[in-house]
């Protein structure tokens, strides 16, 4: 059994965006039980790792697993606890900030729920990141404390997964197996058929999983790595035409490669290469 868990103080005057009241990990504690009517003025976020427990919202009780999140929005009730017969090692913070609970609006994190992470490494890495900081520099960074609770929030707001869709875990795993072959490929000739078949799903529950795994459409991503591919031959390759480059990125139209680019840099392929070939010659 071990305990890390730290209690910081306001700074209301810095103003910040998101800033951490409490945060800690508890290892496989002798018992974990909470139950607060009211809730607390804070978000919260806790974040299994190993173990199993149980959450109740709005009257439904969830059993709790590995790779599991549950987040509780201000005030609102919470009640959970681990499993008599195996312990969990769980992460928690509470937190608070500037314009945040606008910015959770939006996102559409406006009342307690439950998620799961496929790739759960990179938010238990951002809880560490959060939790070494207070060990080693306590409250003598508090902007640093501010950009490592924001690391924890975006990481799983962007990779978190609808907690109703866990049953679908191995699907969910051929589609975020299926992206280094997408971006290899993204030059070549968008089939959507082609994807769905290769992760072995139809092309509309294809469609339907990838954008909820990655928050875009397919052809959105297959997009965004083209004109990453276009980037990197704009500013290698310096005497390599437009055209050629339109091609290579998987656009046989230069017209349409450069409107494409355009709306999503905000400047031609030509302007890119001028102002980062300027950059580098600085």
């Not at 312990?87 to 939006?106: A, H, P, R, V």
Request: aromatic fraction near 14%; charge should be neutral; proline fraction near 6%.
């Amino acid at each position: 059994m071990m305990f890390r868990h730290y209690f910081l103080p306001p700074f209301d005057e810095l103003n910040f965006f998101c800033f951490p009241h409490s945060v800690g990990k508890y290892t496989r504690p002798d018992k974990h039980y909470v139950l607060r009517e009211e809730g607390v003025k804070d978000f919260s976020l806790h974040f299994i790792v190993g173990g199993k427990g149980y959450l109740e919202i709005d009257n439904t009780v969830y059993a709790l697993k590995q790779g599991d999140v549950f987040l509780h929005v201000p005030y609102q009730k919470m009640s959970y606890h681990m499993s008599n017969d195996e312990s969990w090692d769980i992460y928690w913070m509470q937190f608070n900030g500037n314009k945040l609970t606008d910015f959770l609006l939006e996102r559409g994190f406006h009342e307690s729920s439950l998620w799961f992470m496929n790739e759960s490494e990179l938010l238990e890495r951002s809880f560490l990141d959060l939790i070494e900081e207070v060990e080693q520099f306590n409250i003598s960074r508090p902007t640093k404390l501010s950009a490592l609770t924001y690391a924890v929030l975006i990481e799983f707001i962007s990779n978190a997964i609808p907690f109703a869709n866990r049953k679908g875990k191995g699907n969910i795993e051929k589609v975020i197996q299926l992206l280094p072959l997408m971006r290899k490929d993204a030059h070549l000739p968008y089939d959507l058929e082609r994807w769905a078949s290769e992760a072995g799903l139809t092309p509309n529950y294809f469609c339907s999983l990838f954008k909820k795994i990655t928050k875009m459409t397919p052809l959105s991503y297959i997009t965004k790595c083209r004109i990453q591919i276009s980037k990197h031959l704009l500013l290698s390759d310096p005497s390599m035409p437009i055209n050629k480059i339109s091609i290579a990125s998987g656009y046989p139209n230069p017209s349409y490669f450069n409107k494409i680019f355009m709306e999503l840099e905000g400047i031609t392929p030509s302007e890119f290469r001028k102002n980062h070939s300027q950059l580098q010659a600085l």
